[in-house]
């Protein structure tokens, strides 16, 4: 299983959603010891917070799928969990 980066998933939010502001924080370490960590202690719990234009007048729900759908390929590669706080502008 290869490393999931911060920077790889702020890339690829910002070429799919092209947010007004977005902040990607890799929580691994704060999950050390748990289930799906497998050991790392990067790439595998990662917080993201976004602000996007394309989220005006999206649900909670559809917000969401935006970002998964936009991270659909690195999220099989290692990614466990994924905080998303996604605000309209």
């Known amino acids: ?11 690829v939010l910002r070429t799919a959603l092209q947010p007004e502001s977005l902040e990607v924080i890799d929580d691994t370490a704060d999950h050390k010891g748990h289930p799906g960590t497998g050991g790392a202690d990067s790439g595998t719990h990662f917080t993201v917070k976004v602000r996007a234009r394309c989220f005006t007048g ?8 935006l970002v998964y759908d936009a991270l659909r390929d690195l999220i099989p590669q290692g990614v466990h969990a994924l ?3 996604a605000e309209p502008v």
Do not use: D, F, L, N
């Not at 299983?1 to 890339?11: G, K, L, P």
């Not at 649900?59 to 969401?64: A, D, F, N, S």
């Open 58 to 65: 999206q649900t909670h729900v559809q917000r969401h799928r």
């Open 83 to 85: 905080v998303i706080k």
């Open 1 to 11: 299983m290869s490393t999931v980066t911060a920077s790889q998933i702020e890339e």
